[in-house]
């Protein structure tokens, strides 16, 4: 079975870049079809959608977030990255890595997920 484990620095300033890894076990990103993608949860709102790297390495992101976003692939070690720069007000948001198995009405759908990491954005 599948495995995702997300991984961050846990404290950022608002003038840094975020960023996090996901690290897959069980079975390969470049695997054909697959999108691996991350999900955001800020307190008290429901889950975002962020981007997603394909199994070819394709990119593809949130309109809200174009510009400001990038994942990333490192295909050796089985994992993929997101980039983030931290212009956002402060606060503390909880990350995920998912693997995106379609979509339903144009919305993915995710079947597999990482157990979450929370980051925190300080001044």
């Known amino acids: 079975q599948v495995h995702l484990q997300e991984s961050g620095p846990g404290l950022v300033k608002p003038s840094q870049t975020l960023s996090l890894t996901c690290t897959v076990s069980g079975g390969s990103i470049t695997t054909n079809y697959y999108y691996w993608s991350w999900i955001r949860q800020p307190p008290g709102k429901g889950l975002e959608w962020m981007g997603a790297i394909a199994y070819s390495g394709s990119t593809d992101y949130s309109p809200s977030l174009k510009g400001r976003t990038s994942i990333s692939r490192d295909t050796s070690n089985n994992q993929f990255a997101l980039q983030l720069s931290t212009v956002t007000p402060e606060g503390t948001d909880v990350y995920y890595c998912?693997?995106?198995?379609?979509?339903?009405?144009?919305?993915?759908?995710?079947?597999?997920w990482g157990q979450g990491t929370q980051d925190t954005v300080s001044s």
């Open positions: 998912a693997r995106e198995q379609g979509r339903l009405m144009g919305d993915p759908v995710f079947g597999s």
